[in-house]
């Protein structure tokens, strides 16, 4: 503190002597500079006098017993075994058989070396070692650190046996393409809400399980099997509201979702596969490994279907709703008829319902038996909890009026049905290939339809 008291009080003599044209201020300010170079000489001086000197110490080679050995007495050697003995010697030195007898020396030379020179020289080998060196550098070895490995924090199914089976192959799929989550989410369309089948993520706030809404779905429009990359998430790339299997916002980089829809399940799944990566899943190899594990998931999920059917339970009732739609629309171009698919959901089934599934049934059997009263010459099935599909076989000049007599036929303050209907109704027109196309219509329309609360037809 001395020292920086002096260098302070130069600059002020310096500064005074240029203002009021004293010329002993300057020597003043020199005095002052060279008392603090002093100071800070003799500072340094003392500190280097406190380091204490540290010497290395050769090893003490520890005394043994010469009785271990057998040795119980030792004599002088006279001339004549002397000359013997240095014969001896050479004749093992000849046949590789001699042990140097500086090597002990040239051990305690190197055990007493600086450390740095340790690490720059390499070890000899193990053959190349003599019985000494090999004691003496038994136990050095240099330090190895092992690279983290990523840390799962949620790994979690649905059910025990996509448990045993689709959480391993999830594992090795998130290890293969270094994936931040990879989950297995399975679409319900009304009201659109996703259910976590699998969930093996690295993020404590991944969802181990539920289901959670969304106002619009995660990929639409796009084929079965074929990855969808997002090479951007956030401002002009994937939107993040739309990462709903997070419980908060998280800053993942990159997204790729693969549609699935197994021959028996009704639902379409989403392989969902984030990544803090910046271009993680860009590359062909990577998608073509998404398709191969996507078509290994299809093929899982139809061989472990635990659907048990009841013994009184109708045959047709399990089949899938993609076969049925697929079968109506074949008789009906088979036998040129216009058809048209109408879905219709009860819109407070769940509040009205109540927490037991008897209640359920009840009021689904309640409500199928309504539609089957009034949508006439129709037929009715069930295509989820509380929604059922009706196939009309009537002309599309009649189809505004047969659609508005089923929605009226559940009026909003009707009791057992209180809050009435959502109805969505598409006709089958030469553009729709196949029962997917007929049932996403049928689907956005009763989509629409329940926000607006009017009945949606799509010609």
């Not at 047709?316 to 109408?342: G, K, Y």
Request: one cysteine or more; charged letters at 25%.
């Amino acid at each position: 503190m001395l020292r920086v008291l002096f260098i302070i009080l130069a600059v002020v003599s310096i500064a005074l002597a240029m203002v009021l044209g004293q010329p002993l201020l300057y020597l003043l300010a020199f005095i002052l500079l060279v008392g603090a170079a002093l100071l800070l000489t003799m500072n340094m001086r003392r500190k280097h006098r406190d380091v204490p000197e540290t010497f290395m110490q050769a090893l003490e080679q520890p005394e043994e017993d010469l009785s271990s050995f057998g040795i119980l007495d030792i004599k002088p050697r006279s001339a004549s075994q002397v000359s013997s003995d240095e014969a001896n010697a050479t004749k093992a030195s000849d046949s590789g058989l001699d042990l140097d007898v500086h090597e002990l020396e040239d051990s305690v030379e190197q055990l007493s070396s600086d450390s740095a020179d340790k690490e720059d020289t390499p070890l000899p080998s193990s053959s190349s070692m003599s019985p000494v060196d090999r004691a003496r550098t038994a136990g050095v070895s240099k330090a190895r650190t092992r690279a983290p490995r990523p840390r799962i924090m949620v790994s979690e199914a649905d059910s025990a046996v996509l448990a045993d089976v689709l959480i391993p192959c999830l594992r090795s799929l998130r290890a293969s393409v270094d994936a931040y989550t990879v989950c297995l989410l399975r679409q319900e369309d009304v009201p659109l809400r996703y259910q976590v089948e699998v969930m093996v993520s690295q993020n404590s706030y991944a969802r181990n399980g539920g289901s959670y809404s969304a106002k619009e779905p995660m990929l639409s429009g796009h084929k079965a099997l074929v990855p969808v990359v997002y090479p951007r998430v956030g401002p002009n790339g994937f939107p993040k509201n739309k990462l709903g299997y997070y419980h908060e916002s998280i800053d993942v980089r990159q997204v790729a979702i693969v549609p699935i829809l197994p021959k028996k399940h009704d639902s379409l799944f989403l392989m969902v596969v984030d990544t803090m990566n910046d271009d993680g899943l860009e590359s062909a190899s990577v998608r073509v490994l998404l398709e191969q594990y996507a078509r290994l998931v299809s093929t899982i999920l139809d061989t472990t279907d635990e659907r048990i059917p009841d013994a009184a339970e109708d045959i047709e009732a399990l089949r899938p709703r993609r076969e049925i739609i697929a079968d109506e629309m074949e008789h009906a171009r088979t036998m040129a008829l216009p058809l048209s698919l109408a879905l219709v959901y009860l819109n407070r089934g769940e509040a009205l319902s109540g927490d037991g599934s008897a209640d359920v049934e009840g009021l689904e059997d309640s409500f199928s038996n309504r539609l089957r009263s009034v949508a006439l010459d129709a037929r009715v099935e069930r295509f989820g909890e509380l929604t059922y599909g009706v196939f009309y076989h009537g002309d599309h000049d009649q189809l505004a009026e047969w659609a508005s007599r089923i929605k009226e036929s559940f009026p909003d303050q009707d009791e057992p049905f209180e809050g009435g209907v959502s109805v969505g109704v598409v006709a089958m027109k030469d553009r729709h290939d196949g029962a997917d196309e007929l049932r996403a219509e049928a689907t956005a329309a009763l989509a629409e339809s329940f926000q607006s609360g009017e009945c949606i037809i799509v010609e």
